[in-house]
C-alpha cells in the first residue's frame, strides 16, 4: 500500500488549505486513513480520521470546528480540508492508513505517506 500527500504550502492565519492523500497498491475495503501532524521537536499527534465506509469521523480537539476529512471512493483519496488556519497549525502533516484498526493512535496505522509541509504565518 502506497499512500501520497499533496497540497500543503504557505498561508496567512485564517486562511485555508486542503490536503489530498491518494492511496494505491490495495483498495481498503475496512479499516481507515488518518491524518497526522508533526511540528519540530514535537511527537506526531492525531489530526483525524475516517472509517473506510467513509460514514464515521473523529477529530482532534484542537482541530474541531475548523478542519474536516472525507474521502474519495472513486478516486481512492482522503481528504483534509483545513480552514481557519493558526500558526499553532504548522507541521508536517502525514496521510496513514490501516487496513483493520480504526484508531487515532501512531501505533494503530501500519501504512504512512511521506508528509507534506504546512505554514501558517501570523
Known amino acids: 500500500v502506497q499512500l501520497q500527500a499533496s497540497g500543503g504550502g504557505l498561508v496567512q492565519a485564517g486562511g485555508s488549505l486542503r490536503l489530498s492523500c491518494a492511496v494505491s497498491?490495495?483498495?481498503?475495503?475496512?479499516?481507515?486513513l488518518g491524518w497526522f501532524r508533526q511540528a519540530p521537536g514535537k511527537e506526531r499527534e492525531f489530526v483525524a480520521a475516517i472509517n473506510w465506509s467513509g460514514d464515521s469521523t473523529n477529530y482532534a480537539d484542537s482541530v474541531k470546528g475548523r478542519f474536516t476529512i472525507s474521502r474519495d471512493s472513486a478516486k481512492n483519496t482522503v481528504y483534509l480540508q483545513m480552514n481557519s488556519l493558526k500558526p499553532e497549525d504548522t507541521a508536517v502533516y502525514y496521510c496513514?492508513?490501516?487496513?483493520?484498526?480504526?484508531?487515532?493512535?501512531?501505533?494503530?496505522?501500519?501504512?504512512w505517506g511521506q508528509g507534506t509541509q504546512v505554514t501558517v504565518s501570523s
Open positions: 496513514a492508513g490501516d487496513l483493520s484498526t480504526y484508531g487515532n493512535e501512531v501505533y494503530d496505522y501500519d501504512y
Open positions: 497498491g490495495r483498495t481498503f475495503s475496512s479499516g481507515a
